[in-house]
C-alpha cells in the first residue's frame, strides 16, 4: 500500500507560480509512474502530467506544456509539479497519483493510489 499527500496549493493571481508536493509512504519511483490530475467541481478528472522513473520520461497535458514541468526527488520519495504562467482556467483539485506498468498514462483509472487533494486558485 502507498499513501500519498499532497500539498502547496493555494491562492494566487493569474501569471504567478505555484508548486505543489507529493510525499509518498514509502519509495515508489523505481518501479511506478506517478502523475498529477486535475477536478472541477462537476467535471471529469483531467491528466496533467507524469513521469516515468524507470525511463527517465515525463508527459504533458497540451494545455500546460511549457507552463508545469514534474519532477522527483528519489531520496525524498517526491513528486514536485512546477505551476508558471498560472491562469484561472487552471484551477481545481489537483491530485497526485502512483501507478504500475500503465498502459496509458493520461488515464486516471489505470493509476493504483492517490492522494487526497490540494485546491489551486487562481484569480483573474
Known amino acids: 500500500q502507498v499513501q500519498l499527500v499532497e500539498s502547496g496549493g493555494g491562492k494566487v493571481q493569474a501569471g504567478d507560480s505555484l508548486r505543489l508536493s507529493c510525499a509518498a509512504s514509502r519509495r515508489t519511483f523505481s518501479s511506478y509512474t506517478m502523475g498529477w490530475f486535475r477536478q472541477v467541481t462537476g467535471k471529469e478528472r483531467e491528466f496533467i502530467a507524469a513521469?516515468?522513473?524507470?525511463?527517465?520520461?515525463?508527459y504533458y497535458a497540451d494545455s500546460v506544456k511549457g507552463r508545469f514541468t514534474i519532477s522527483g526527488d528519489n531520496a525524498k520519495n517526491t513528486v514536485y509539479l512546477q505551476m508558471n504562467s498560472l491562469k484561472p482556467e487552471d484551477t481545481g483539485v489537483y491530485y497526485c497519483?502512483?501507478?504500475?506498468?500503465?498502459?496509458?498514462?493520461?488515464?486516471?483509472?489505470?493509476?493504483?493510489?492517490w492522494g487526497q487533494g490540494t485546491q489551486v486558485t487562481v484569480f483573474s
Open positions: 497519483a502512483a501507478g504500475y506498468r500503465l498502459r496509458l498514462v493520461g488515464a486516471d483509472h489505470e493509476y493504483d493510489y
Open positions: 513521469i516515468s522513473w524507470s525511463g527517465g520520461s515525463t
